[in-house]
């Protein structure tokens, strides 16, 4: 986790790209059918808890300014996408097909100049989260 925590870091922002999720990274020293038996039990916990929180939200309404807070969260996305990660970054420098290259971005994304949530909020509680990578599960 820490080295996952450490390569997700937007260090000129002092905070991770997000929270959560699953990193495959070296995984070579493994035979193929143990990487696909992996990676079908990955997936089906992913999609076994991700799943309900889906369901139980898909219809909540949400306000213009949860969309902007989308919106720049997307950005950083962005940010962390086209300065650090090495699977962008290689593929740019290798002359790699710009558009194949791109597709991973969002449609659509926000910037807002020193952007700091409200105190108190719950951005401002996620923010702290991304400043500050913890240990979830003990």
């Known amino acids: 986790k820490a080295w996952a925590d450490d390569y997700f870091m937007i260090k000129h922002r002092g905070e991770t790209r997000g929270l959560g999720g699953i990193f495959f ?8 059918e143990a990487l696909l038996a992996f990676s079908t039990d990955c997936a089906a ?11 139980g939200h898909k219809d909540d309404a949400f306000t213009e ?4 807070w989308q919106l720049i969260r997307r950005g950083r996305y962005v ?4 300065v650090y990660d090495r699977g962008t970054i ?6 790699g097909r710009i558009e194949s290259i791109l ?3 969002p449609e659509t994304s926000r910037w807002e100049y020193n952007h ?3 105190p108190g909020s719950a951005e401002a509680e996620v923010t702290e989260a991304f400043r500050t990578p913890r240990e979830w599960v003990t």
Request: glycine letters at 6%.
């Open 25 to 32: 990274d070296d995984l070579n020293d493994r035979e193929p």
């Open 103 to 105: 597709m991973s971005l």
């Open 90 to 95: 290689f593929g740019l420098k290798t002359g």
């Open 79 to 82: 940010e962390f996408n086209l």
């Open 65 to 68: 300014k949860e969309k902007e």
């Open 116 to 118: 700091l949530p409200e």
């Open 45 to 55: 916990a992913v999609t076994n808890a991700y799943l309900p929180i889906i369901h």
